[in-house]
């Protein structure tokens, strides 16, 4: 299953300062539905994407090489996988470690399956 780092931040019911991650999101073999931290996202990876269980809006798209993910008015913590750490930092060139902008997280797995009954059920 083909997976990329991805920036994620949650939109819904925020600006541009919600909550935020870096980690590696995998893909649906049609590239619609995303998959990340236990959640199922609906959209293509580049910009607005659902959360399929409750609808929420999140924002989704690739690294920034300059390492400034976040909105230029947005603020707060980013949370990063610690699986994502070497290759963001090979990307950005910003360090992780003892960085107050980040805070180092383990990425929970995503029951793939589950979703896809959920969105499968008959109604």
Not at 52 to 77: A, C, F, M, Q, S
Request: net charge negative; proline share 2%; with cysteine.
């Amino acid at each position: 299953m083909k997976t990329e780092l991805k920036y994620i931040e949650l939109k819904t019911g925020f600006s541009d300062d919600g909550p935020a991650w870096i980690g590696y999101v995998s893909f649906s073999k049609t590239g619609k539905m995303l998959y990340f931290n236990g959640k199922a996202f609906h959209g293509n990876g580049h910009g607005n994407c659902y959360d399929v269980e409750n609808g929420e809006l999140y924002w989704i798209t690739g690294i920034k090489n300059n390492g400034d993910n976040r909105h230029p008015v947005g603020k707060g913590v980013i949370h990063i996988d610690e699986a994502a750490i070497e290759e963001y930092e090979l990307i950005t060139g910003v360090k992780i470690e003892n960085n107050k902008s980040y805070k180092i997280i383990t990425v929970q797995p995503t029951d793939k399956e589950c979703f896809h009954q959920l969105l499968n059920e008959k109604l």
